[in-house]
């Protein structure tokens, strides 16, 4: 349920991701070495201040100089004007170059996603894919924000800070950073429980995700197993877990703050001490004592914020890990030399092809298609018949190249489809599918699918062609956009658009894979109608739910437990008197099919 | 919000606590700078480390008392803040496990969860963090007001006269922010339902070689997404510089107008040092302001979006003076019904004043197309959904006098869409048993014909099924849920059509295998193959709601209208399977 293995340690920093990070920041290097500089600036402006506020009191209001102090409030000024426009500058440059690269890197791993064989989304749930590219890539925004980024500008300042105490006296500067040692220390063992704390919470919270999930996804089977009460007992327990793990990070949390707190107040304790014993030996004036108590408090600042910004780092390895490991999944195979025919007349041939979705290398794979041979001519109109499982669809996927045959050849007009440029393969084959898939967005953007080159026209044209147009027309017209991916249209004016979009690619090979779902009787019509126009002159393989589609096709592949049981004409097969004519008198003289299907 | 205020009252204590913890810890790190400014003018004074001791060995003190405070104060709060989320998320996930499946029908899983996870965790915030600040800044500000003008009126006017400017730069921002803020999510939001669409449909985008239109319109919004985050980025990179100015200004009015002040003896050096020091203290609250309007803001509207649940009274519960049936026979009459969904009331509806008598121990079946209210039909007896109008009776009891758990205990529905939940095959099947009930669960298995299925399994019953059963056949999940079913042994038995993708001959020898199950118990079977439903004792035809046919197989199919057609338009994968 958990995105996180258990045993991962939740590593703050891996060079390896970072260095692997770096190379889409390094488009922007600039941007981000500007950003980097800068922030000696923002300190420079920053650490002047208590050091000029020392001055003024020491030298001008000592000496009582209005005028002196007057110039020293014009150059304080300009330090906090400087102050504010070079932090301004260094936190937005820095997320320019955060959202720059992660855009890019979002683009990427987008790019990547489309290259990916169909195998592997067939074994990877949508959801955590979704999550690689939103979620993940956002999390890595924070490190940006929050983490990575400040935690190297804190330990620059940290320097600044006490090279300048040390640059004033450094009696005092050693006396305020006495409690440094032990507060590490501290701090130390507090980072080492909040980090397990903190992975706890992660994987807690993400278990409450994984199981609500299913919970609400299954609400049926809980209500209909009567079953509320456990599976609240369920949830109550990591819902309690999860608010156990965040008590303990309060309580770090809450003690280290206070911590941190409190040392800052003692070390400005001891100073005062040392000052005054230095004051009072004529060595340093009160000036110098004020400008310290500033410096200790800004030095604890960040020691404060570390564990937050740790426990960004954290989750920010995490994220990076998952994402490289998505770019890093094998892309589809590319031809070596890819061939593009100018001209695709459909011929198809299959030759002793074995298939199986999973090879397993220690035992037989399970053979969804076994040495299946056939070969279409172009424009010739064939339907498959067979058994759900029969491979029928599994024919189509190697046609279109989704997937590869294990052994033999599929070639689509004597060139091997593994040969064949992908791309240029799957525009000249045109699939329609039971289940149409519509995206959002406009009628005509389904239909061409941003496929350049087909102008408005065609749209209209195949639109009409296919008699599409009176619902579309009704929607709108073809600019009119579908709402949540057409859910608001019919299974049967779902099938015509999918014609519509086949059409409009003008492919030398149509594959259709027939609805067995009933729609109403006019819709039927249309889509038989629509059908039979699409498929003249073309080369046409077509899964056949219905008689009427048989009885059309030149020819007729049997396909039965991945072997091509029988091929033939529609005459031929009833002659022959085997599964084929079987399945036909089944069919159409239901008298006798309790016999027949009986005997089976 | 009175809602709150009862989580609220259960924690007072801890909250009441926390509450004078900290203000404790306030008033000590209010005393700080003043403990300052003596030991400064001490220091000014020309006086020794003889004279420091004292003051010193007291900051200590107040050191080592505040941080026991600070802890207390923060614990104590932001637990019972913790606390509050524990209690409301349990609260919210036991209220939507009571509400009916009508209301699922209308609402995104992910929309749910959004609510159980996020809205609880910003009215976590709002009770935490958001009452900390909410009771700390005041006390800050009363303090830091009152000390610094019994020290210098004037000096105080002018070193906060940079604050009304601040907060009113951050009442402008924490808006725009806010909206800014909503666009990236939305912007998130976007990009995340494209690559759920793109992904969904990636065979589409392969097929006819989509890709790089995919990839364009993708970047498209990427560069959208980033074009509104970079315009909340200039806002946020706004306020922390904002925050140093505070700080800043207010350092330089001290040296240059109390540097004056003190020329002219009305104020000493110590004096300046407590005002830098208060203007310190005072700066954190200051900018929190900002960001307790947001947590409050987001607080609240999260807070309405969970009342908008819990307001919503579960339309199908248990009655009041509900009672079981003993002993049970398993009679079912549906009388004269009439139903909608309720997300589609003002549709046709999906069954139209139907009436069906089933006899306790009879099968019958049910067929008609894709949308003929099959489905729905079978829904009705375990109350998954209630009538519209009419009755649905057990034994002559309308199912909405009995006990919800007792009927659903009584009547086992394997569903069209089988559902596991990512767990052991065995838990899977024992779902609705008390105990784990192992002798049960491996005779439904085998019951189910998931026997052979185990012996390929690395760990058998115990083999875990991945997300909602990725690892499995569909066939294969829906024996596992037939199993669930069979397991709980109830008196009614209701097949959805839950054997579909199984092949041809399993389901016969499943069957064959339940045949003794089903001779027992009432069943009503949903269905597309004729050989499934040929063998119950009555046949009913659904077309468009109503009941068009009934009779056995044999007499449908010589004086049926539908029954036939429906018989001859058998998909033929079903029957080629019966082919050897």
């Known amino acids: 349920m958990s995105d996180e293995s258990p045993d991962e340690i939740g590593k703050a920093y891996d060079a390896r991701l970072l260095r692997r990070l770096w190379t889409y920041v390094r488009s922007y290097r600039a941007v981000f070495w500007g950003a980097l500089l800068l922030s000696p600036v923002n300190q420079a402006f920053s650490l002047i201040q208590p050091y000029l506020l020392m001055i003024g009191i020491d030298r001008y209001v000592a000496a009582r100089d209005l005028a002196g102090l007057g110039r020293l409030a014009t150059i304080f000024s300009i330090a906090v004007v400087g102050e504010f426009v070079s932090y301004y500058g260094q936190s937005y440059l820095t997320m320019l170059v955060a959202q720059r690269s992660l855009a890019d890197l979002r683009v990427a791993l987008f790019a990547h996603l489309q290259r990916l064989p169909m195998a592997f989304f067939d074994r990877t749930p949508v959801g955590k894919l979704v999550s690689r590219v939103t979620t993940d890539v956002d999390v890595l925004n924070e490190m940006f924000a929050a983490g990575a980024m400040t935690i190297v500008l804190d330990l620059l300042k940290l320097v600044g800070i006490t090279a300048f105490m040390c640059w004033i006296n450094w009696q005092m500067a050693l006396v305020s950073l006495l409690l440094l040692g032990p507060m590490m220390l501290a701090i130390d063992f507090f980072r080492r429980r909040a980090r397990v704390t903190y992975r706890q919470i992660r994987e807690r919270i993400a278990r409450i995700n994984g199981f609500l999930q299913e919970a609400i996804g299954g609400i049926a089977v809980v209500q209909l197993s009567a079953r509320e009460a456990r599976t609240f007992a369920e949830f109550d327990r990591l819902n309690a877990d999860h608010r156990d793990a965040n008590r303990w990070s309060n309580r770090y949390e809450a003690a280290l703050f206070s911590l941190v707190e409190a040392v800052s107040t003692v070390s400005i304790a001891f100073m005062l001490l040392r000052g005054g014993t230095l004051a009072a030996a004529d060595v340093v004036e009160v000036g110098t004592v004020i400008a310290f108590i500033q410096y200790i408090q800004q030095f604890f600042v960040p020691i404060r914020d570390f564990s937050a910004k740790y426990a960004v780092m954290q989750s920010s390895m995490t994220a990076a890990e998952r994402i490289f490991a998505l770019l890093d999944e094998p892309a589809e195979p590319e031809a070596v030399a890819p061939q593009v025919p100018a001209v695709v007349r459909g011929a198809i041939e299959f030759d002793h092809v074995w298939f199986a979705y999973k090879a397993p290398d220690d035992r037989e794979p399970e053979w969804v298609l076994r040495d299946v041979s056939f070969r279409i001519a172009p424009g010739e109109q064939i339907a498959i018949v067979g058994a759900t499982g029969s491979g029928k669809t599994t024919t189509i996927k190697l046609l279109d190249r989704l997937y590869e045959a294990q052994r033999g050849r599929v070639l689509v007009d004597g060139i091997d489809v593994r040969d064949w440029d992908a791309a240029a393969l799957r525009r000249r084959i045109a699939v329609v599918l039971q289940d149409v898939f519509l995206f959002s967005g406009s009628v005509a953007d389904n239909v061409t699918l941003g496929t350049p080159g087909i102008e408005r026209a065609t749209v209209e044209a195949a639109g009409r062609y296919v008699h599409a147009d009176g619902f579309v027309q009704r929607l709108g017209g073809y600019d009119a956009e579908l709402r949540e991916r057409g859910s608001n249209l019919s299974t049967g004016q779902r099938q015509l658009l999918a014609f519509a979009r086949a059409l409009a690619h003008d492919p030398a090979v149509l594959v259709m894979d027939e609805a067995t779902s009933s729609v109403d009787p006019e819709t039927e019509w249309l889509v038989q109608d629509a059908l039979a126009k699409l498929l003249a002159g073309r080369t046409a393989l077509v899964i056949a739910h219905r008689l009427s589609t048989i009885e059309h096709a030149d020819r007729i592949l049997v396909l039965h437990k991945g072997h091509l049981r029988e091929e033939g004409t529609h005459a031929e097969l009833l002659a022959r008197d085997g599964v084929y004519a079987r399945l036909y008198r089944m069919q159409y003289a239901p008298e006798q099919s309790g016999v027949a299907v009986g005997a089976g | ?580």
């Open chain 2, 1 to 580: 919000m009175s809602r709150l205020w009862t989580y609220l009252a259960r924690y007072r204590v801890r909250f009441g606590a926390g509450v004078v913890c900290l203000v404790a810890a306030t008033s000590l790190a209010m005393s700080v700078p003043w403990l300052w400014r003596r030991a400064v003018n001490d220091i000014a004074a020309g006086a020794g480390p003889q004279a420091l001791w004292r003051t010193v060995a007291l900051l200590v003190a107040i050191a080592v008392a505040q941080a026991i405070m600070r802890t207390a104060s923060r614990t104590l709060i932001f637990n019972a803040g913790r606390d509050i989320e524990y209690d409301l998320r349990n609260d919210l996930f036991a209220h939507l496990e009571r509400l009916p499946l009508g209301f699922y029908q209308t609402r995104k899983t992910g929309d749910l969860m959004s609510r159980l996870v996020n809205d609880v965790t910003a009215v976590r915030m709002l009770l935490g963090p958001g009452i900390l600040n909410f009771i700390n800044t005041p006390v800050y500000y009363a303090y830091g007001l009152a000390i610094m003008c019994s020290i210098d009126p004037v000096l105080t006017v002018a070193a906060l006269a940079v604050y009304p400017v601040v907060l009113y730069a951050v009442k402008r921002t924490s808006a725009a922010l806010m909206e800014r803020t909503l666009r990236v999510q939305e912007g998130l939001a976007d990009l995340s339902s494209r690559v759920q669409e793109n992904l969904s449909g990636i065979h589409v985008v392969k097929a006819y070689g989509a890709e790089a239109h995919q990839r364009r319109t993708f970047t498209e919004m990427s560069d959208r997404f980033q074009e509104a985050s970079l315009r909340l980025a200039r806002m946020r990179s706004f306020i922390g510089p904002l925050m140093n100015i505070v700080g800043g200004v207010g350092a330089l009015v001290v040296m240059w107008l109390g540097g004056r002040r003190v020329l002219d003896g009305r104020l000493s050096v110590g004096d300046l040092v407590a005002f830098v020091g208060y203007l310190h203290l005072l700066a954190w609250p200051t900018m929190a302001l900002g960001w307790m309007l947001s947590v409050f803001q987001r607080g609240r509207a999260a807070m309405q979006r969970l009342n908008e649940l819990f307001t919503i009274e579960p339309a199908i519960a248990t009655a009041p003076d509900a009672s079981p049936i003993t002993p049970f026979r398993g009679d079912i009459e549906l009388r004269d019904v009439t139903f909608r969904y309720p997300a589609r009331r003002d549709g046709p509806p999906i069954l139209d004043r139907v009436s069906l008598r089933i006899p306790a121990g009879k099968t019958v079946a049910i067929v008609g197309r894709t949308g003929a209210g099959k489905t729905s039909l079978v829904q009705l007896v375990p109350r998954l959904f209630d009538v519209e109008s009419g009755q649905v009776l057990l034994d002559g009891r309308d199912v909405r006098t009995l006990p919800l758990a007792w009927l659903r205990a009584a009547v086992g529905v394997v569903p069209q869409d089988p559902f596991l939940f990512s767990r052991t095959i065995a838990e899977n099947v024992g779902f609705a048993l008390a105990d784990d009930g192992r002798d049960r669960v491996a005779r439904a298995v085998e019951a189910a014909g998931l026997g052979r299925d185990l012996a390929d399994m690395p760990a058998g019953l115990d083999t875990v099924v991945g997300e909602r059963g990725i690892t499995l056949s569909g066939g294969q999940k829906q024996r596992v849920t037939l199993a669930r079913v069979l397991a709980s042994d109830p008196r009614v038995l209701v097949l959805d059509d839950a054997l579909s993708s199984v092949d041809a001959s399993t389901e016969r020898e499943i069957l064959d295998r339940l045949r003794d199950v089903i001779r027992s118990r009432t069943t009503l079977l949903v269905a597309h193959r004729i050989t499934t439903v040929k063998e119950a004792d009555e046949i009913v035809v659904l077309e468009h709601g109503r009941i068009v046919e009934q009779g056995t197989h044999e007499a449908l199919l010589a004086r049926g209208r539908v029954y036939p057609d429906l018989f001859r338009q058998q998909v033929l994968d079903d029957e080629l399977e019966a082919f050897g």
